[in-house]
């Protein structure tokens, strides 16, 4: 289908942008890269007043090294975040997920901002900013505030972010050195979104596994981190009966959909091989950092 | 401001100025305002790559963009690649290899294949395909298409060396 009318306003600055929203009263919506947006729009599943659209806003696209943490813009593309030699380098397994982003064409022109604000529960960036505990600086008319990513998604496709507030800046702590990772996915296709996807870190301290984090997406309305499995395994040594334990947990915990790719049945059992193999995957690379 | 908006935009080298209302999509504009009907409109929400063309280099779904935002911007569609007499490369290779059956999706899988050797111009089978996996096919089961991509890199490969040599 065609989308339905509406105002189009290209803003020029962050302020611009969070004015127009306050100024289209809870009507307004705005456009980064479109590739959910427009969609939607193609659907009629949202009739805005007012597309706001920021892609002309100078310096909203960046990967900085700010010492403890890599701060990215809003308007970063996922192919930005793929090629990134500071992302590879500190946040292996955001390099990782990003290669199961969908398609070429849509990671050209897809953004960081777009894809945590639309909040698909089977999308890599928000299970990612769930698992690498980011924080979410956000503005407003009102000012600006910063939420963590584990208090930000609140549904399939909702968030905290109120109809007048903007996502500006997504902050994630660099991995300390050492850190075991690991990022498992089945799709249908290549570039699908995702059955079922496990993320992991964590460290080997002293033949124990430690600070220990599990993203799962897919699964379940939102993106979620498994925190039963992460107690079960955290001070554990690494042993088939501890992942056993986790992995049973984690098949516990979720309550995936049926839906015409795949039951729920068969999404719960997806969840816990995955979370399998990327623990195998994680204490393997941790431990041979220990041992570097 | 449903009004329609007067944007400058570059396809295929010709420079149009246009007036567009903000809801109409890129693939729109290209085959109803421009009548450039290569680039085909399938499923409308950015899953077929049936309408994909390149905006500034780039690969991406004309179904996902509005007009309007391209004020400024240079496209390149499947009529800027090559002609029925001077095929490009990509498109000689999918004639040879009979990579195509109906044609619908050809437009997006040759503009795809553009950017795709652009990025990996050493791309193996298996990125070939992970490469095209958001093109669908319904005629061919896509294996002529792999075999023309990678016919297709390999000759454009030769043509860099040449160049390089001369």
Same mark, same amino acid.
């Given at each position: 289908?065609?989308?339905?009318?509406?105002?189009?306003?290209?803003?020029?600055?962050?302020?611009?942008?969070?004015?127009?929203?306050?100024?289209?009263?809870?009507?307004?919506?705005?456009?980064?890269?479109?590739?959910?947006?427009?969609?939607?729009?193609?659907?009629?599943?949202?009739?805005?007043?007012?597309?706001?659209?920021?892609?002309?806003?100078?310096?909203?696209?960046?990967?900085?090294?700010?010492?403890?943490?890599?701060?990215?813009?809003?308007?970063?593309?996922?192919?930005?975040?793929?090629?990134?030699?500071?992302?590879?380098?500190?946040?292996?397994?955001?390099?990782?997920?990003?290669?199961?982003?969908?398609?070429?064409?849509?990671?050209?022109?897809?953004?960081?901002?777009?894809?945590?604000?639309?909040?698909?529960?089977?999308?890599?960036?928000?299970?990612?900013?769930?698992?690498?505990?980011?924080?979410?600086?956000?503005?407003?008319?009102?000012?600006?505030?910063?939420?963590?990513?584990?208090?930000?998604?609140?549904?399939?496709?909702?968030?905290?972010?109120?109809?007048?507030?903007?996502?500006?800046?997504?902050?994630?702590?660099?991995?300390?050195?050492?850190?075991?990772?690991?990022?498992?996915?089945?799709?249908?296709?290549?570039?699908?979104?995702?059955?079922?996807?496990?993320?992991?870190?964590?460290?080997?301290?002293?033949?124990?596994?430690?600070?220990?984090?599990?993203?799962?997406?897919?699964?379940?309305?939102?993106?979620?981190?498994?925190?039963?499995?992460?107690?079960?395994?955290?001070?554990?040594?690494?042993?088939?009966?501890?992942?056993?334990?986790?992995?049973?947990?984690?098949?516990?915990?979720?309550?995936?959909?049926?839906?015409?790719?795949?039951?729920?049945?068969?999404?719960?059992?997806?969840?816990?091989?995955?979370?399998?193999?990327?623990?195998?995957?994680?204490?393997?690379?941790?431990?041979?950092?220990?041992?570097? | 401001?449903?009004?329609?908006?007067?944007?400058?935009?570059?396809?295929?080298?010709?420079?149009?100025?246009?007036?567009?209302?903000?809801?109409?999509?890129?693939?729109?504009?290209?085959?109803?305002?421009?009548?450039?009907?290569?680039?085909?409109?399938?499923?409308?929400?950015?899953?077929?790559?049936? &309408?994909?063309? !390149?905006?500034? *280099?780039?690969?991406?779904?004309?179904? $996902?963009?509005?007009? +309007?935002? #391209?004020?400024?911007?240079?496209?390149?569609?499947?009529?800027?690649?090559?002609?029925?007499?001077?095929?490009?490369?990509?498109?000689?290779?999918?004639?040879? &290899?009979?990579? !195509?059956?109906? *044609?619908?999706?050809?437009?997006?899988? $040759?503009?795809?294949? +553009?950017? #795709?050797?652009?990025?990996?111009?050493?791309?193996?089978?298996?990125?070939?395909?992970?490469?095209?996996?958001?093109?669908?096919?319904?005629?061919?089961?896509?294996?002529?298409?792999?075999?023309?991509?990678?016919?297709?890199?390999?000759? $454009?490969?030769?043509?860099?060396?040449?160049?390089?040599?001369?």
């Amino acid at each position: 289908m065609k989308p339905p009318p509406f105002d189009y306003f290209a803003a020029d600055s962050i302020e611009a942008a969070v004015q127009a929203l306050a100024d289209a009263g809870g009507d307004g919506k705005i456009i980064a890269g479109g590739q959910s947006l427009m969609p939607m729009l193609n659907f009629r599943l949202l009739r805005p007043s007012v597309l706001i659209d920021i892609n002309r806003i100078p310096d909203l696209a960046y990967v900085r090294d700010d010492g403890e943490c890599i701060r990215i813009g809003p308007l970063t593309r996922h192919r930005t975040l793929e090629t990134s030699s500071l992302v590879a380098e500190q946040l292996p397994v955001l390099h990782e997920a990003m290669g199961y982003v969908a398609h070429l064409a849509i990671r050209n022109r897809g953004t960081i901002g777009g894809s945590l604000s639309h909040a698909d529960p089977a999308a890599e960036l928000p299970m990612m900013s769930l698992l690498l505990d980011a924080r979410l600086e956000i503005q407003s008319l009102s000012g600006r505030r910063t939420i963590d990513a584990r208090d930000f998604f609140l549904g399939a496709l909702t968030t905290d972010l109120d109809e007048g507030e903007m996502l500006v800046e997504v902050r994630l702590t660099k991995l300390r050195k050492g850190t075991g990772w690991a990022f498992e996915e089945v799709a249908r296709r290549s570039g699908d979104f995702a059955l079922a996807s496990v993320g992991i870190t964590l460290s080997h301290d002293d033949g124990k596994i430690s600070n220990v984090r599990i993203g799962l997406m897919g699964v379940g309305e939102t993106p979620m981190r498994a925190t039963d499995a992460e107690s079960l395994l955290a001070g554990q040594p690494f042993s088939e009966t501890v992942v056993t334990a986790a992995v049973d947990s984690i098949r516990r915990t979720v309550e995936p959909n049926t839906d015409l790719h795949a039951s729920s049945d068969y999404r719960r059992h997806l969840v816990g091989v995955l979370a399998e193999q990327a623990l195998s995957k994680a204490w393997q690379r941790a431990t041979q950092a220990a041992h570097d | 401001m449903t009004e329609p908006v007067v944007i400058r935009i570059t396809v295929n080298g010709v420079e149009y100025e246009k007036s567009v209302e903000p809801r109409l999509l890129l693939s729109d504009f290209l085959r109803n305002d421009l009548g450039l009907t290569g680039t085909h409109v399938g499923c409308e929400h950015g899953v077929c790559g049936a &309408c994909t063309v !390149l905006v500034n *280099g780039e690969s991406a779904r004309s179904c $996902l963009f509005l007009a +309007v935002q #391209l004020d400024g911007a240079q496209v390149e569609t499947v009529e800027g690649l090559g002609t029925a007499h001077a095929m490009h490369p990509i498109q000689q290779a999918f004639h040879e &290899c009979h990579a !195509l059956q109906c *044609g619908f999706c050809t437009p997006g899988m $040759l503009i795809t294949t +553009v950017d #795709l050797l652009k990025k990996f111009p050493e791309a193996d089978d298996e990125q070939i395909r992970e490469g095209l996996s958001g093109n669908l096919c319904r005629c061919t089961g896509y294996q002529n298409i792999v075999r023309a991509v990678r016919m297709a890199a390999d000759e $454009l490969k030769a043509r860099e060396v040449k160049e390089a040599a001369s």
